[in-house]
């Protein structure tokens, strides 16, 4: 294939391109339509959407979204934007709709990982259209429910659980996986609010949905034994229950994929918080450790924030040799940005 080939995605999404099936077979295609030329989309230009923007999101568990939202949002520019607008049957025009609401989907979602929070809101917003022109309820609910997620993480509990509910009343029709991915949404949202009955009710909707899910997980719209024991402690927590919140957090990263750094150094700080509340300053330290391991791995802004959060709490310990130690290595690996 010829290398000026790459123009048509631009040259940082080269090499993920090269991943996705019967690419050589497309791409073609591809620079066809940003041409200008005449051309009918099919299924094969759906299908390598949709591929492209699972493996972005695959870097994204990986790495973190600071390198990963530029190349999905170069890729929605250059492609999938002039697919849009291209001639396709009513079928394949709808088909690529949902993909693009999932594109955009992950694009606001690794732009709250940046605290990005006005440029979410726009992603979300363009996704949600596009879902519902595609008349893709699961695209439509998964938004939703992603946009409930950077209302909790702003600390607006009372929008959270409105756009939680939302989602959940959006996919009637939704798989017991799916049923189980709102429903552990509703749950951190409600606990978030103080709301206890319908955090614990929903909470065992997940918990009753999980029992009895596909065995087959999907890249959105999804949920897994570890999303479910991260619910499990965040609702714990947010109705009081620190120890409990504690064992299932640890629950969580014991089942957790150890290649979605990004995810594990958020939660293991999170754990590593709530065991320093508790006064556990040596499970604490260890804790954090790992986290300091894993943490060049990553780029994140969120997990930037957690390594700043990690120094301030240890600040007031510097005294105890294990806690100095541990403040000294992340002084070392942490961004000149962050604060001292």
């Given at each position: 294939m010829d290398p000026s080939r790459r123009s048509v995605i631009g040259a940082s999404l080269f090499a993920v391109a090269l991943a996705v099936p019967n690419w050589a077979d497309v791409v073609g295609r591809m620079e066809a339509v940003r041409m200008g030329q005449t051309q009918r989309l099919g299924m094969p230009e759906v299908d390598m959407a949709i591929a492209m923007t699972e493996r972005v999101s695959e870097l994204d568990d990986q790495?973190?979204?600071?390198?990963?939202?530029?190349?999905?949002?170069?890729?929605?520019?250059?492609?999938?934007?002039?697919?849009?607008?291209?001639?396709?049957?009513?079928?394949?025009r709808k088909a690529m709709m949902s993909a693009a609401s999932y594109?955009?989907?992950?694009?606001?979602?690794?732009?709250?990982?940046?605290?990005?929070?006005?440029?979410?809101?726009?992603?979300?917003?363009k996704a949600l259209q596009l879902a519902a022109a595609a008349g893709d309820d699961s695209a439509y609910c998964t938004t939703l429910r992603g946009m409930s997620v950077q209302a909790v993480d702003m600390g607006?509990?009372?929008?959270?659980?409105?756009?939680?509910?939302?989602?959940?009343?959006?996919?009637?029709?939704?798989?017991?996986?799916?049923?189980?991915?709102?429903?552990?949404?509703q749950a951190h949202?409600?606990?978030?609010?103080?709301?206890?009955?319908?955090?614990?009710?929903?909470?065992?909707?997940?918990?009753?949905?999980?029992?009895?899910?596909?065995?087959r997980a999907e890249t959105f719209g999804s949920y897994d034994l570890p999303s479910l024991a991260y619910h499990i402690g965040q609702v714990r927590y947010g109705l009081g229950d620190i120890r409990g919140s504690i064992e299932a957090m640890e629950q969580s990263d014991k089942l957790r994929d150890p290649t979605h750094h990004r995810s594990r150094v958020r939660y293991l700080s999170m754990l590593a918080e709530r065991q320093l509340e508790i006064g556990h300053l040596d499970a604490a330290c260890d804790t954090w450790g790992r986290v300091v391991d894993i943490y060049p791995l990553v780029q994140s802004g969120q997990c930037d924030q957690s390594v700043a959060t990690m120094r301030a709490r240890l600040r007031p310990h510097l005294k105890t040799p294990v806690a100095r130690a541990l403040y000294e290595r992340a002084r070392l690996l942490a961004p000149a940005s962050l604060p001292a």
């Open positions: 790495f973190g979204g600071r390198h990963a939202r530029p190349m999905a949002a170069a890729f929605l520019v250059n492609t999938v934007v002039p697919y849009l607008k291209a001639d396709a049957p009513e079928p394949v594109l955009c989907y992950l694009i606001g979602y690794m732009a709250v990982d940046e605290g990005l929070q006005g440029l979410a809101r726009r992603s979300h917003s607006r509990g009372p929008l959270a659980l409105r756009l939680a509910d939302a989602a959940a009343t959006a996919s009637p029709k939704a798989g017991p996986r799916m049923r189980a991915f709102l429903a552990g949404q949202a409600a606990a978030w609010t103080g709301d206890r009955g319908n955090a614990l009710a929903c909470i065992g909707k997940a918990e009753a949905a999980m029992e009895k899910a596909e065995s």
